[in-house]
């Protein structure tokens, strides 16, 4: 996985006048912790968090806190305002040697699925997987290969398999799909390939006016 530096100071700024004051010097405030470790609290330009969170690709981060050592961090939490869509805050998580780490990957799509060559729509629903494993495992991405899908088949998390990767999804979590357009010939149920193409789970819901 990339390793990106970002170099943060001590914060000194606190509360909502700090805070303010912190914005106006385009900087967000933050705390980096680790296990067996006091929290420390920092500060970091917007413009270093912004190019690690608005952003398709994840990263380890090698955090310089006031020009001296460096810990290995991965960014575990960010706190987004939800008017200004501006980072307010932001947690960094430092990798302790030996212990797994929690991270999301990106998931590239790749190759040219017999389905979208017989018409069908390619309809991704994630672009990110959440994965668990030691630090020297961690993968730049997660490759899925969509060439065999054919017209109204899904990709499920159960198909993806990496040797000492851990997904934190439900086995059944559909990944992507092959939509049949209006116009387009559906495959006939019981036919090789044939399978229906489902919109993601949804995974809690309020009962309906006839149930209560």
């Known amino acids: 996985m990339e390793t990106k530096l ?6 000194t700024l606190f ?3 700090g805070r303010n004051q912190l914005k106006s010097q385009a900087k967000v405030p933050g705390i980096f912790y680790a296990n ?3 929290p420390v609290a920092i500060e970091a330009s917007e413009n270093s968090i912004n190019q690690l969170y608005f952003t398709s690709n994840s990263y380890l981060i090698n955090l310089e806190i006031n020009g001296g050592e460096t810990h290995q961090c991965i960014l575990k939490d960010v706190q987004v305002d939800p008017v200004t869509d501006k ?3 932001f947690d960094m998580y430092g990798i302790t040697k030996g212990e797994k780490i929690t991270i999301d990957v990106p998931v590239r799509y790749e190759g ?3 389905g979208v060559i017989q018409g069908g729509q390619l309809q991704i629903n994630l672009h990110k ?4 494993c030691f630090p020297q495992d961690l993968p730049n991405e997660l490759i899925v290969d969509i060439t065999p899908l054919k017209l109204g088949q899904n990709f499920h998390v159960e198909k993806l398999q990496y040797e000492n990767i ?3 999804h439900a086995p059944e979590t559909v990944l992507c799909y092959i939509n049949i357009p209006r116009g387009v010939e559906s495959p006939v149920p019981g036919e090789e390939g044939a399978e229906e193409a489902k919109e993601p789970e ?3 819901k309020g009962k309906d006016k006839d149930e209560e």
């Open 87 to 89: 980072i307010i805050h």
């Open 129 to 132: 997987l959440t994965i668990q």
């Open 202 to 204: 949804v995974i809690a």
């Open 36 to 38: 067996k470790t006091e």
């Open 15 to 17: 509360g909502k006048s």
């Open 166 to 168: 851990t997904i934190l």
């Open 112 to 114: 040219n699925s017999i």
């Open 6 to 11: 970002v170099k943060v100071s001590p914060r």
